[in-house]
């Protein structure tokens, strides 16, 4: 009997152990994840984002400014307007600033042209128009949703 009742401690034991051990593994992953969701950047608003570009009369400027994410960090971003690539891709956190004959466009974002997101129709006559763009996870790729945060007069 004596060897039984070693033999339940044993598994006793080894049981609160690996109980103990879950629990700091969960608590671990919770820190993990509530530090990384403050790792997302606010996105472009109308008054806030100098623009470095110079427009001409008859122009218009498009700002893009891709939110700061974990995930799609590492995606590469592309601009399309009016069906033709702009630019270069923009980086995560980035912002890029396009200028655009005054009238009416179309801007969608994506890893490629065939992997973009929702075309989004606008119209400018000397302004700057202002987006935000973020990574969208899908089943075998990811998206940009783009989102218009503001217009103002240049």
């Known amino acids: 009997m004596t060897s039984f009742f070693k033999a339940s401690h044993v598994k006793k034991e080894f049981c609160m152990k690996s109980l103990a051990n879950f629990f700091w593994i969960a608590a671990l992953g919770a820190a993990i994840v509530f530090s990384m969701a403050g790792c997302a950047s606010a996105p472009a ?3 806030t984002v100098a623009l470095t570009v110079n ?7 498009i700002v ?14 592309d601009v399309w307007v009016d069906g033709e690539k702009v630019g270069p891709s923009i980086p995560n956190g980035g912002t890029a600033q396009i200028i655009i004959p005054n009238g009416e466009h179309s801007i969608h974002a994506g890893s490629s042209n065939a992997d973009r997101g ?13 987006f935000s763009a973020k990574p969208q996870m899908g089943i075998l790729s990811a998206r940009f949703s783009l989102t218009q945060t503001g217009k ?3």
């Open 45 to 47: 608003e109308t008054g």
């Open 55 to 61: 427009p001409g009369p008859n122009q218009s400027v």
């Open 64 to 77: 893009i400014q891709r939110q700061s994410q974990m995930a799609g960090a590492i995606i590469p971003m």
């Open 118 to 130: 929702k075309e989004i129709k606008f119209s400018v006559n000397g302004e700057a128009i202002f």
């Open 152 to 154: 103002r007069r240049l």
